[in-house]
């Protein structure tokens, strides 16, 4: 796995032909009125932009993964634009110059994660959690299994792609050696970690 600082420092010739994924931690906020976050969420996005276009000399991206999502092209992109404005930015900039949107969920799985995560949420009995978190942990293997093989059948030899996935999940997958892994952590988003747990635990 390279680091994005040691990318001038690679041999370029060393990924020619070679499968690149370059994996960016999903930010997303719901709509908010606290303008110090948006703004950290703006910034966070505009930095990942300009990381992913360094990681370029390697290759252009010409698709992209986005948890989440299970519909392709232009339907997605349009879904990201009304749920994820700041996420958008990337989106439509990288299609925009030739990348498409890939669905990489299965929506009956990606479903139920979701129904999980909400009983995580409301439940209050400890012997219940553990039942719910069972059945929770069950299904988020069975989607990461699900992203891992679509994201090795989508990406061609040769390819370069960026995947937008929570980091706790990235690590998660299951992917060939054959891919080469660059991580793209913009310098703001421990910044916005801390503002979120500050902000919630206060």
């Given at each position: 796995?390279?680091?994005l600082g040691k990318i001038e420092r690679l041999n370029i010739e060393e990924f020619k032909g070679?499968?690149?994924?370059?994996c960016i931690p999903n930010i997303f906020i719901p709509d908010d009125?606290?303008?110090k976050l948006k703004n950290l969420v703006e910034q966070y996005w505009q930095e990942a932009i300009s990381h992913i276009e360094r990681l370029e000399k390697l290759g252009f991206?010409?698709?992209?993964f986005v948890e989440t999502i299970f519909i392709e092209g232009q339907d997605a992109v349009d879904v990201i634009r009304d749920t994820n404005p700041y996420l958008y930015f990337l989106i439509e900039k990288k299609v925009s110059q030739g990348a498409t949107?890939?669905?990489?969920?299965?929506?009956?799985i990606f479903g139920a994660f979701i129904d999980w995560s909400n009983c995580l949420r409301i439940v209050k009995t400890a012997s219940v959690l553990q039942k719910v978190f069972n059945y929770y942990n069950e299904i988020n293997q069975k989607r990461i299994e699900v992203i891992s093989n679509k994201i090795n059948e989508n990406l061609?030899?040769?390819e370069c792609a960026i995947v937008i996935l929570r980091d706790q999940e990235r690590m998660k997958l299951s992917l060939p050696k054959?891919?080469?892994?660059f991580l793209v952590v913009?310098?703001?988003y421990d910044d916005i970690l801390k503002y979120l747990r500050d902000k919630f635990l206060s």
């Open positions: 796995m390279a680091e070679k499968r690149k994924l370059f009125e606290d303008e991206v010409t698709k992209i949107v890939v669905g990489i969920e299965d929506p009956e061609q030899e040769g054959d891919i080469d892994i913009p310098s703001v």
